[in-house]
């Protein structure tokens, strides 16, 4: 049982590249969330599904899509990377089975990203 | 839409102090309380929470955070710190009209000197 995956762990990108980041979850939960850690700042929900074939937008959308693969599989993907995206970017997930019905949200490892 | 403060974004203690980090959110409504910890190079992981019922919460490794609706607080403690706390450290709400949706404080930064 490895909880949520990430990958990759690190990336540099220059600005106008794309990238997908990646995120996997084996505990058979519903919901799925991308965030991002600045310093100061906490962390920002980017997106979010809260089952399967559901995506919505969370406070900071911009610059970003995602896609809900599976149940399991949740990715993020920059399409024109820009200085202003470098941070630590966070994939979770929870049951949520209700969605007035807060669950705890399990964490991956973090994915620091870097665009020059 | 809710906020969440914590106002001391560094503490630095010795061991054996007693910690209290500040957490104050902004939604009047029903609310679902949490505290997440961060240790170095390692990924968020839950320290407690609270729903509802007893507003004293008890969490892993001997931290407590207490619930005052009265004051929107969710102010997070340990009677006696030790080497292994120093850590970055997350309040973060969920509003009762926000589905699965958490809003983060911006992290206290806890270092303990031994």
């Known amino acids: 049982n490895a909880g949520v995956t990430q990958t990759p762990k690190f990336q540099v990108l220059k600005t106008g590249q794309s990238m997908t980041l990646q995120c996997a979850q084996d505990m058979n939960h519903n919901s799925m969330y991308w965030y991002r850690q600045d310093p100061g700042m906490g962390l920002r929900l980017i997106y979010y599904?809260?089952?399967?074939?559901?995506?919505d937008k969370g406070e900071v959308p911009n610059g970003y899509n995602v896609s809900r693969l599976n149940k399991r599989e949740f990715s993020l993907r920059l399409e024109s990377a820009a200085p202003s995206q470098t941070s630590v970017y966070f994939c979770?997930?929870?049951?949520?089975?209700?969605?007035?019905?807060?669950?705890?949200?399990?964490f991956g490892p973090g994915t620091r990203l870097l665009v020059l | 839409a809710q906020s969440v403060s914590q106002h001391n974004h560094h503490v630095i203690l010795s061991e054996a102090a007693s910690l209290e980090l500040g957490c104050n959110y902004s939604?009047?409504?029903?609310?679902?309380l949490f505290w997440y910890v961060q240790y170095p190079g390692q990924h968020l992981q839950l320290l407690l929470k609270y729903f509802s019922g007893d507003p004293l919460v008890k969490g892993i490794k001997g931290f407590e955070a207490e619930f005052i609706k009265s004051k929107f607080s969710f102010n997070l403690r340990k009677p006696s710190v030790q080497w292994s706390d120093t850590a970055e450290y997350f309040c973060?709400?969920?509003?009762?009209?926000?589905?699965?949706?958490?809003?983060f404080g911006g992290g206290t930064r806890l270092m303990v000197k031994p």
């Open positions: 979770a997930s929870s049951y949520g089975v209700a969605r007035t019905v807060q669950e705890t949200q399990y």
């Open positions: 973060a709400v969920n509003a009762g009209n926000a589905g699965n949706m958490l809003t």
């Open positions: 939604y009047g409504g029903t609310v679902n």
């Open positions: 599904s809260a089952s399967e074939g559901t995506t």
